[in-house]
């Protein structure tokens, strides 16, 4: 399947967005997104930004305040994982000029939208920049 889930979290450890393309029960959730975030907040810079955790392998990056967590099946490629990260930040840069904390925070239902544009069931179908935005242009446009 490829992508498992995309946490959004900031440097205290708070998610701010999570998307999941596999069923999990909100307590299931709750403690996975604990145990992946205490670890992947504790690493150093200088180490790498790829941790195996249960039967996913999560790959992260930090971007300002904001830590994007993908965890995908073990057979996935990590770099390939990174370039989806920053084309996704890459595209929220775009809309929001600079997206920070309180971008995602205020208009969770864009960043969710730019999403479920770029992956569907787990897969990355788009990474056009131009076409991920334009719906969301089109709606604003429309309000």
């Not at 999941?20 to 403690?31: K, P, S, V």
């Not at 084309?87 to 969770?108: A, Q, S, Y």
């Not at 897969?123 to 056009?128: A, F, L, M, P, S």
Request: charged share 25%; proline share 1%.
């Amino acid at each position: 399947m490829g992508i498992r889930f995309i946490l959004m979290v900031n440097k205290q450890g708070q998610t701010r967005l999570a998307q999941y393309y596999e069923y999990l029960t909100i307590e299931q959730r709750r403690a996975l997104e604990g145990e992946i975030v205490r670890k992947c907040l504790a690493r150093t810079e200088q180490q790498c930004s790829f941790v195996e955790h249960r039967n996913y392998k999560v790959i992260y990056r930090r971007y300002a305040s904001l830590f994007f967590l993908v965890g995908v099946d073990n057979d996935e490629n990590e770099l390939a994982t990174l370039e989806f990260i920053h084309l996704l930040v890459e595209t929220m840069d775009r809309h929001f000029g600079n997206v920070c904390e309180l971008d995602i925070m205020f208009h969770l239902e864009k960043a969710h939208f730019m999403l479920e544009e770029m992956v569907i069931n787990g897969c990355i179908v788009e990474t056009n920049k131009s076409n991920i935005l334009m719906p969301i242009q089109l709606m604003d446009k429309a309000s």
